[in-house]
């Protein structure tokens, strides 16, 4: 575990490298683990910090390829949202129609129980 990588992962969609450390789980299973933010992550590439990269080792290719596509991001897009405002407008919108229809359904039965009487 104290063995440090260089490794290329995934951070808001872009390549970014970053220091990490493989941990070894009982099962054989492994987890990357980023010693300088406390984080996971899922690297496509990794080397020992004792070697150096080369331009050879990593391509254009392999960051847009199918490889990369599957890779957990670090830090995921943040999703859009309406806005707080927006969202108890369209609530507004939605009862205040709710009522205004009923008592425009409301208003027709008594007119036309007034109807019918006379």
Known sequence: ??????????????????VATRIHLSGGDCIWWMPTSGHRAWPL???PLTESLSADSLSAEQIEGDDWERLPDHYPHPKQRKSLGARLRSRLRTALTAWVRREIWRTRRVREKVLRSA
């Open 1 to 18: 575990m104290d063995e440090l990588y260089l490794i290329v992962h995934k951070v808001r969609g872009q390549a970014a490298i970053d």
């Open 45 to 47: 590439r990794w080397q």
